[in-house]
């Protein structure tokens, strides 16, 4: 069965400090990927989703990037972080093939900026 | 454009009282899916159903049902009997082209014992 892994699962981090937080998935190959962000008051902001490796699509402009170095790899990434990344982000994974295919989420990590 | 909306905010139930959480969708498109997420306080979103454009079937799932109208652009889910541990935030989506999911912004369900 498929399994998905992100972590930390928390992080408290100074602003202006680097970030990376890392997501793996199991059991599948070639998965759309995701990331996400869930700010105070529960919406969920599509941040990057990925279709392949190297491929990478990013839906809100920000000082935030990802990478996929590998097939089941999905790294989010900061040189500078600032307040407002405070939030809780979310990977998800899906099977290719897009629309119809349910997303499958990661536990999360809680981010903290001071 | 897509869209989704859940404009219930939140919702308090006495246990075993029956919910409907509302969600209503736009789309310009003809094939799309819809889908419904719970999301328990620990934080992991739980995929809880699929549904596709083309097939307007309620469903029932022990103590869920959805009713989908394409009609009203309505896709609404209802538990009954609620239990404690209903007690989530729930999330509408809607998926066309490409590869993208639109969530809606939740409904927090609380059941009071």
């Known amino acids: 069965s498929q399994t998905i892994h992100q972590w930390p699962a928390t992080l408290v981090q100074p602003v202006g400090s680097p970030l990376s937080l890392e997501c793996t998935v199991e059991?599948?190959?070639?998965?759309?990927l995701y990331w996400y962000r869930q700010a105070a008051g529960r919406g969920l902001q599509l941040l990057f989703y990925s279709v392949g490796i190297g491929q990478i699509s990013s839906e809100v402009p920000q000082n935030l990037s990802a990478s996929r170095p590998q097939d089941r790899q999905f790294i989010l990434s900061s040189k500078k972080l600032l307040l407002s990344d405070s939030g809780f982000y979310l990977c998800?994974?899906?099977?290719?093939?897009?629309?119809?295919?349910?997303?499958?989420f990661g536990d999360g990590t809680r981010l903290s900026i001071l | 454009a897509q869209k989704v909306t859940q404009a219930q905010t939140e919702i308090s139930v006495v246990e075993k009282e029956d919910v409907t959480l509302d969600c209503v969708y736009e789309t310009r498109d003809t094939t799309y899916y819809l889908f419904w997420y719970k999301q328990p306080p620990s934080g992991e979103l739980v995929f809880l159903i699929r549904?596709?454009?083309?097939?307007?079937q309620n469903e029932i799932s022990g103590r869920y049902s959805w009713n989908f109208q394409k009609s009203t652009s309505s896709f609404n889910f209802t538990i009954t009997a609620s239990q404690v541990v209903d007690s989530a935030v729930y999330f509408c989506a809607l998926s066309n082209t490409g590869n993208q999911f639109y969530f809606g912004t939740g409904t927090s369900l609380t059941v009071i014992p």
């Open positions: 059991g599948t190959s070639n998965p759309n």
């Open positions: 549904r596709n454009s083309f097939d307007e």
């Open positions: 998800a994974w899906s099977l290719g093939q897009g629309r119809n295919q349910p997303q499958h």
